[in-house]
């Protein structure tokens, strides 16, 4: 045993290279948790992610804090028309959803665009390897309230959508068929609508649709 101590000691000594380097050189890093591979895949979800949006110069200057509240109403008070009344049963809970105001309408256009602008702003902090998770998960949060803002811009246009559809039926054009193109013409207006210019969003939604 004395033998082998002073031999590993000289060979050591020979190499000129210290016990302790030795020691940390065969170090092997410890695989990663399934929490780390998680939070990986999700950094990875949130790098490739498409992420598009209105720009506006007040974004850079803005916090989310003075964008997430409407001193206004949002939504109009409920109307609910005649022509409304003749839509498919099936479908006529969905037309219930309140109309949005004007104050109501560019407020939630705002944040949307503004909370889509600053999760792509934090996202080029994304280490795809190292990702912290706080920061992941305020992006996840920045998206989420985002989408929440698109939801209820297009839940108060669907009547919209149908009042348009209804007005095209023929023939050979459905109903049903022209309210589901509609509805994906009414997502990506949302996503192209510029809050900044002051025009009413139904407008522009109504232009779009009819093409």
Do not use: W
Not at 156 to 181: G, H, Q
Request: glycine share 2%.
């Amino acid at each position: 045993m004395v033998e082998s101590a002073q031999s590993v000691r000289f060979n050591v000594d020979v190499l000129n290279v210290s016990p302790r380097s030795i020691m940390l050189n065969t170090h092997r890093p410890r695989p990663a948790t399934p929490a780390i591979h998680l939070l990986r895949s999700r950094a990875q979800s949130l790098l490739i992610q498409e992420i598009s949006f209105i720009d506006h110069p007040t974004f850079r200057r803005s916090a989310l804090e003075d964008l997430a509240t409407c001193e206004f109403p949002i939504h109009a008070e409920e109307t609910f028309s005649a022509d409304d009344r003749r839509l498919p049963t099936h479908l006529t809970p969905l037309f219930r959803k309140p109309l949005l105001t004007r104050a109501g309408e560019s407020h939630l256009f705002r944040l949307m665009n503004y909370c889509r602008y600053r999760a792509n702003t934090l996202r080029s902090q994304l280490d795809p390897q190292k990702p912290k998770r706080r920061l992941v998960e305020e992006i996840e949060a920045l998206l989420a309230r985002a989408e929440d803002s698109r939801r209820t811009i297009t839940e108060s246009n669907l009547r919209l959508v149908a009042s348009i559809a209804r007005n095209l039926v023929t023939r050979t054009l459905d109903f049903e068929e022209l309210l589901s193109e509609g509805n994906l013409v009414l997502l990506g207006a949302i996503d192209k609508f510029d809050f900044s210019r002051g025009f009413r969003f139904s407008t522009y939604a109504t232009h779009a649709v009819q093409r």
